[in-house]
């Protein structure tokens, strides 16, 4: 019987006490407090200078999900069918509830904290690709996908309403590449590269555990050497696209974050900046692209609808809520 690496925790003189299926991984109640033990598919070099982020957070007294080595001193255990596993450190708490506001606070606050910490010396091959070449590359995206559309001709609800928007949303893509060229980010990013600073690189709700006392962040694996102002860009829009543009939560998120680790001027216009560009706009379209054309679901085709529906209140969100720094 498939035991979901279970197995694995002999080589770490472990015995579940008992355990419990969760995200694609399993919760295990051990003699060393819950641990969860999920199969490992990434590269292992990059794995151990994770380890190294995670403990360097941990020293800094922030709950992260750090793994624990084996008998062997190593991170990764094999089971008897050479299945790859890693073991971590959890926590009893549950996932950040985007309809409570207080716990969105508590998000933007230890993602503060985070940002402060999370440093380390430069590793080239894990610096995240410049905001000028993804913009660039996402802008000749949209045009392709519109061009493979207009020449075989719309036959769904899909392609006709992206036909119908495009314009609209290639013109604010133009525009935000436009705007970072003018901008300081060269500088901005030369200065984070220098100082090491790394982003989380997948910050949402999901991979932020509220407890008790605090908050817990997990799920590190996309992290990188970037402008820290991606990690604030990505959780604030999720958020946001959830409450319809909505100034006053945006600022409150600002303010949040603002207090325990201060945006600069910099990275304040970098925010900007991003906020303007039509990210989801261009994802969905990508995923189209990419996936199989004869089917599209539905709720893709919900997802440009609303887009499309809440154009006008994120172009104006984006003047109203940058108008002043720092609020």
Not at 79 to 90: E, F, G, Q, R, V
Not at 230 to 257: C, H, I, N, P, T
Request: hydrophobic share 35%; net charge positive; glycine share 6%.
């Amino acid at each position: 019987m498939y035991d979901y690496g279970l197995s694995t925790l002999e080589q770490y003189q472990l015995t579940p006490k008992s355990t419990a299926r969760t995200r694609g991984a399993l919760l295990c109640r051990t003699e060393q407090g819950l641990l969860i033990l999920r199969e490992f598919r990434g590269s292992e070099k990059k794995l151990k200078k994770q380890q190294e982020l995670l403990l360097a957070l941990e020293a800094h007294g922030l709950k992260v999900d750090s793994f624990l080595e084996n008998q062997e001193g190593e991170l990764v255990s094999r089971d008897k069918d050479n299945i790859p596993y890693t073991l971590a450190h959890w926590y009893e708490g549950r996932e950040c509830d985007t309809k409570s506001r207080a716990d969105i606070g508590e998000s933007l606050r230890t993602l503060a904290e985070l940002h402060k910490a999370m440093k380390l010396p430069l590793a080239e091959e894990y610096m995240e690709k410049s905001l000028d070449e993804e913009y660039l590359r996402h802008n000749q995206e949209i045009r392709k996908i519109r061009k493979f559309i207009r020449k075989k001709g719309p036959s769904c609800a899909f392609e006709k309403d992206y036909l119908a928007s495009v314009e609209g949303f290639l013109v604010k893509g133009e525009e935000a590449l436009s705007m970072l060229n003018d901008s300081g980010y060269e500088e901005l990013r030369r200065e984070s590269m220098e100082q090491g600073l790394i982003c989380h690189g997948e910050y949402n709700q999901h991979n932020v555990l509220i407890l008790k006392n605090g908050a817990a962040v997990t799920n590190f694996n996309h992290w990188g050497f970037d402008v820290q102002m991606a990690d604030l860009y990505r959780f604030m829009r999720k958020m946001l696209e959830k409450y319809g543009w909505d100034v006053s939560l945006a600022r409150e998120m600002l303010r949040s974050y603002h207090r325990e680790r201060k945006i600069t001027p910099g990275e304040w216009q970098n925010l900007r900046i991003r906020f303007t560009y039509p990210e989801k706009y261009w994802k969905l379209a990508n995923y189209y692209y990419s996936h199989n054309k004869a089917w599209i679901s539905e709720k893709n085709m919900e997802k440009l609808k609303l887009l499309i529906k809440q154009k006008a209140q994120w172009e104006r969100f984006t003047e109203e809520c940058f108008a002043k720094y720092p609020f």
